[in-house]
Nanobody, 125 residues
């Protein structure tokens, strides 16, 4: 199983980027985006769960600016990031688990079995 993240880059504050995470040949019940800024711990950004439809959750820091989505036919997850801020600068990682993750554990990196290699997002002020 491989997760391939892409779409990072350099953007000015207020700009937009769309990240993609392609999963090799399978659809995961739970997928998520995490990020890690220099000198900081990895933090959860957003999750998408297949559970009687698609359930979506966001960290407060990105709510209203970021949108997670999935194209299950392509086994690909996206993160549309709008109104980017310098504090959004980080390496963004996609993660996946072939099973359900309880809501209280969505933001814990240990809940996920598979990780992409990360893609760097730099937001200049």
């Amino acid at each position: 199983v491989q997760l391939q993240a892409s779409g990072g880059g350099l953007v000015q504050a207020g700009g937009s980027l769309r990240l993609s995470c392609a999963a090799s040949g399978r659809t995961f019940y739970t997928m998520a985006w995490f990020r890690q800024a220099p000198g900081k711990e990895r933090e959860w950004v957003s999750s998408s769960r297949i559970s009687s439809g698609t359930r979506i959750d966001y960290a407060d820091a990105v709510k209203g600016r970021f949108t997670i989505s999935r194209d299950n036919a392509k086994n690909t997850m996206y993160l549309q990031m709008n109104n980017l801020k310098p504090e959004d600068t980080a390496v963004y990682y996609c993660a996946a688990k072939n099973g359900h993750v309880i809501v209280s554990a969505l933001d814990w990196a240990g809940s996920y079995d598979y990780w992409g290699q990360g893609t760097l997002v730099t937001v200049s002020s």
